[in-house]
């Protein structure tokens, strides 16, 4: 996340920055937050999990 921040101030670019489900968001949102404030342009993606699983994995039923 650091250097997706820096690259963003440095080259003038929108910069994008993946982190794994868990700890890696948590440790991202200080970054994103510094990076904000600073003006850098950051996307940032991760994954979202749960422990309850329904065996739709990601697709949810319509309602009739």
Same mark, same amino acid.
């Given at each position: 996340? /650091?250097? #997706?921040?820096?690259?963003?101030?440095?080259?003038?670019? +929108?910069? +994008?920055?993946? #982190?794994? #489900?868990?700890? !890696? +968001?948590?440790?991202?949102?200080?970054?994103?937050?510094? %990076?904000?404030?600073? !003006? %850098? $342009?950051? *996307? /940032? *993606?991760? %994954?979202?999990?749960?422990?309850?699983?329904?065996?739709?994995? !990601? $697709? $949810?039923?319509?309602?009739?």
């Amino acid at each position: 996340m /650091f250097c #997706a921040s820096e690259y963003s101030l440095c080259h003038s670019k +929108i910069s +994008i920055s993946f #982190a794994t #489900a868990g700890p !890696g +968001i948590s440790n991202a949102l200080t970054v994103l937050k510094t %990076a904000k404030l600073d !003006g %850098a $342009r950051v *996307i /940032f *993606i991760s %994954a979202v999990t749960t422990e309850y699983h329904d065996g739709l994995w !990601g $697709r $949810r039923k319509q309602q009739c």
